[in-house]
């Protein structure tokens, strides 16, 4: 069974740092990709970072250079630091899957979200 349980996010003053993680069971992170995306109350979802099962990354315009995917395949974890956070990184955040191994597929396999404020 494919699931994904990211860790608990949290409140965090402007220019702080959090790192999340999503640890994953039922399939192999050597072989598949993972994606973190958020959604804010009343906007869309929009995709933050990629990871896929290589280790190539892609990142939104709006977090390059903030934040950093990366993966333990020992661990199934992947974890999204997160710096230099600003008050419009307030969202939602999950972590997905496609069960495919490059970044861009629809994603079926979803955690169930958590919460990241940024605010002073």
């Known amino acids: 069974q494919v699931q994904l349980v990211e860790s608990r996010g949290g409140l965090v003053q402007p220019g702080g740092s959090l790192r999340l993680s999503c640890t994953a069971s039922?399939?192999?992170?050597?072989?598949?990709?993972i994606g973190w995306f958020r959604q804010a109350p009343g906007k869309e979802r929009e995709g933050v970072s990629c990871?896929?099962?290589?280790?190539?990354?892609d990142y939104a315009d709006s977090v390059k250079g903030r934040f950093t995917i990366s993966k333990d395949n020992a661990k199934k974890t992947v974890y999204l630091q997160m710096n230099s956070l600003k008050p419009e990184d307030t969202s939602v955040y999950y972590c997905?899957?496609?069960?495919?191994?490059?970044?861009?597929?629809?994603?079926?396999?979803w955690g169930q979200g958590t919460q990241v404020t940024v605010s002073s």
């Open positions: 997905a899957t496609s069960l495919r191994n490059s970044c861009g597929y629809e994603y079926q396999y």
């Open positions: 039922g399939f192999s992170l050597n072989y598949n990709a």
């Open positions: 990871i896929d099962m290589a280790g190539r990354t």
